[in-house]
Each structure stands twice: as structure tokens, then as C-alpha cells.
């Protein structure tokens, strides 16, 4: 029977070349692995990278759109109320044509509703009406008994005064003193009513939005 060949350096040494191949396979793969890991970890965050930037440029755009969406309902709505103020101009400037030519005015009646009117804004019960000298003429007498009739003040006195108005037009009534007056020249107070007209005129005519005034 032959001896087996037991030669300790020749097994010593067959063992260490065993134990540095699986050492080196396992480097290897765990080497490998780590790549891998860092491939994978590059390319997640370069795709996160890349939504976030993508995320920001829609959050600016946006923000420039919203910008110019705004500036253009500001810039619609200034022009529109524009031309609204172009027109409602326009009826107050006609309007005061007509009331200076007294275009479809009947004269007694609206003088004697405007002075009615004045009368029932002032305390007391004497009061002086100054007219133009040319509408003294066209109104002529009487008109004043109905200005009394339509007051309400059982005791009222209403005289013309002494002086008649210097400009043509003119409305003027005032109390026994002088302490109060009240301008009812038309154009004078087209102009004091004017802020409450061009409303009204602006509903009734669709211009803007609202309920009109109910009549009274």
C-alpha cells in the first residue's frame, strides 16, 4: 500500500490560495454590488434632480402667467370703464346743452317745481325768488300762486325779488334774510345731482351692473 502524500507545506499552501480566491470573489461582488448601488443612486437623483427643475420652471411660468393674466383683466377693465365715462360725458354734456337752450323744457312747470323743491328745503316761510330778467317775461304773472299751492306751508310768502338774476338762467331762491339760498339754476343743478344721474344712467343703460332706483 503506498503512503498517501501528506506534505504539510504543499496543503498549508493549497488552503491559503483557496481562502484568497473566495476572498477575492467576495470583494469582487460586493465591489460589484456597490457599483451597482451607485449607479442606481445617481441615476434616482438625477431623475429627482431633474423633476425638481422641472417642478420650478412650471411653478415660474405659471407665476408669469398669472402675472399677465392680471395685467391684461386690469388693463381690460380700466379701458372699459374708460369708455363708460367717455359716454356717460357725453349724455352730460348734451344734457346741459339742452338745459341752456331749454330744449323740451316747459319753463312755468320747472320753474315752479324747482322753486317748490327749494322752499321745502329751507326753514321758514318767507323766501324771495330771483329770476332773469328774460324768464320774468316768460314766465309772467300767476306762477307763484302755484309755487304756494304746491309748498305745503300754510303760511308761506314768496315774493320776487326786487333785482332780477344777472346771468340768464339763473334760479335763485332764498329766505327773508339772505341766511339761506338755494341754487335751482338748471345747469347748476344738473351739476349737484349728477353723481347720483350718471349711476342711474349707467344701470338703465346695461353700462354697468345693479338694480335701478326704484321711482318714488
Known amino acids: 500500500m503506498t503512503a498517501a502524500n501528506t506534505n504539510p507545506q504543499q496543503v498549508l499552501q493549497e488552503e491559503i ?5 473566495t476572498q477575492g470573489e467576495q470583494a469582487v461582488k460586493k465591489a460589484r454590488d456597490e457599483a451597482a448601488a451607485l449607479v442606481e443612486g445617481s441615476r434616482r437623483a438625477g431623475t429627482k434632480e431633474l423633476a425638481d427643475r422641472l417642478a420650478v420652471a412650471k411653478a415660474e411660468a405659471d407665476r408669469r402667467r398669472n402675472l399677465i393674466l392680471a395685467t391684461v383683466s386690469v388693463e381690460v377693465g380700466r379701458r372699459r370703464s374708460a369708455q363708460i365715462e367717455k359716454v356717460l360725458l357725453a349724455v352730460c354734456d348734451e344734457a346741459r ?3 341752456e337752450s331749454r ?11 324747482l322753486v317748490v323743491e327749494a322752499v321745502a328745503r329751507m326753514e321758514g316761510e318767507q323766501f324771495t325768488v330771483q329770476l332773469s330778467q328774460a324768464d320774468r ?3 309772467g ?5 302755484d309755487v ?4 305745503g306751508k300754510a303760511n308761506l310768502q314768496i315774493t320776487m325779488a326786487a333785482e332780477p338774476a344777472k346771468a340768464d338762467g339763473s334760479l335763485l331762491v332764498s329766505d327773508a334774510d339772505g341766511r ?3 341754487d335751482q339754476t338748471l345747469t347748476v343743478r344738473l351739476a349737484r345731482q349728477w353723481p347720483a344721474l350718471r349711476r342711474e344712467i349707467a344701470v338703465r343703460s346695461s353700462l354697468v351692473g345693479g338694480e335701478p332706483r ?3
Open 141 to 145: 304773472d300767476g306762477w307763484l300762486e
Open 137 to 139: 317775461q316768460t314766465l
Open 180 to 182: 339761506q339760498m338755494y
Open 214 to 216: 326704484k321711482e318714488s
Open 103 to 113: 330744449q323740451g323744457i316747459d319753463l312755468r312747470e320747472a320753474a315752479v317745481t
Open 17 to 21: 490560495l483557496s481562502d484568497a480566491r
Open 97 to 99: 346743452k339742452r338745459l
Open 148 to 151: 304756494r299751492r304746491r309748498a
